[in-house]
């Protein structure tokens, strides 16, 4: 062994005990550091929260609508993992922008493919009661508006949107609705969630057209080809949790999505904008890592350059 490591380096002499030594000391770094690594998984960066704020510009977005703020919340899961007072503090933060509109794109509710009727009547619907109680402080002059996750039908989308409508969350799914201004209009499509249905593209569009400014609602990313084909404008998604654990020079080992570079962030084909939300919970496992839970900021623009 000794003359092996002197192969590699003539000119330092090393001994048996010395190379044991360095081995020994190399691996209790590497297990302090996945230990820390572990803790900072668990016990930060889940309730880390990070607001992003962009400037977007949108051709055809009626003059009377320019300076509409957006605020986008997704994936709130809201279970025992995070708890009643994280989610509040993401509510309280988003109203703190001052939202024109807020829009939740899915998964507010953590579902299973298991006894959810056994499961519910445990809980009493818990979880969803308590979620619905502290949306009722979500507040915003074009509404408070959703579409549906996977996790919201796996968990009964009837029920979820039984309870969300007793606060002042409106759910779309494969539908629109029309904000007037002088003479003018934004249209805003929710649609359904891919994993959960088919889309019902012609109903969600129907009597809109390419001339209109649409914005979209979507849980899943996966769609995004879809809406550039029907010429949608600018399209908000979830579902990714950024991976919820992204390696360094890996990413994230698992994604719940056919295409793996919509995991985050911006994406842009022909003149459709879409962007990817961390989102606010967890599944599975209660850590986070590389991938902070976020609130979406979107200040709307006449003009064609992307800021």
């Avoid at 380096?9 to 690594?37: D, Y």
């Avoid at 009377?64 to 997704?74: E, H, K, N, P, W």
Wanted: aromatic share 12%; proline share 5%; net charge positive.
């Amino acid at each position: 062994m000794e003359r092996l490591l002197r192969l590699f380096n003539k000119n330092l002499p090393i001994s048996r005990r010395h190379f044991f030594q360095t081995v020994g000391r190399t691996v209790g770094i590497s297990a302090i550091g996945a230990m820390a690594s572990g803790t900072y998984a668990y016990a930060l960066e889940p309730t880390w929260l990070e607001t992003n704020r962009y400037a977007v510009k949108l051709p055809k977005l009626p003059p009377a609508f320019d300076g509409t703020r957006i605020v986008q919340l997704s994936d709130i899961h809201h279970s025992e993992y995070l708890g009643r007072e994280y989610v509040d503090q993401v509510l309280d933060s988003a109203m703190a922008e001052k939202p024109d509109m807020i829009l939740l794109t899915g998964d507010f509710i953590t579902g299973f493919r298991g006894d959810v009727k056994e499961y519910r009547r445990k809980t009493d619907d818990f979880f969803l009661r308590e979620l619905t109680e502290m949306c009722r402080k979500l507040k915003a002059p074009l509404g408070v508006w959703g579409c549906p996750g996977n996790h919201d039908f796996w968990y009964g989308f009837s029920t979820v949107k039984r309870f969300l409508k007793q606060s002042n969350v409106r759910l779309l799914r494969d539908e629109h609705v029309r904000f007037n201004r002088k003479d003018q209009q934004v249209i805003l499509v929710g649609l359904t969630d891919l994993w959960s249905e088919s889309i019902r593209w012609r109903r969600a569009l129907r009597h809109t057209s390419k001339k209109d400014c649409r914005l979209v609602m979507m849980h899943n990313p996966d769609a995004f080809g879809q809406t550039v084909r029907f010429g949608l404008d600018f399209v908000l998604c979830g579902h990714t949790h950024g991976g919820q654990i992204s390696l360094p020079f890996i990413g994230p080992p698992v994604l719940p999505i056919a295409n793996r570079r919509f995991v985050q962030g911006w994406f842009r084909e022909a003149d459709t904008q879409m962007y990817v939300n961390r989102g606010i919970g967890v599944i599975g496992i209660p850590i986070r890592f590389n991938a902070r839970p976020e609130i979406a900021v979107f200040d709307l623009q006449r003009g064609t350059e992307t800021a």
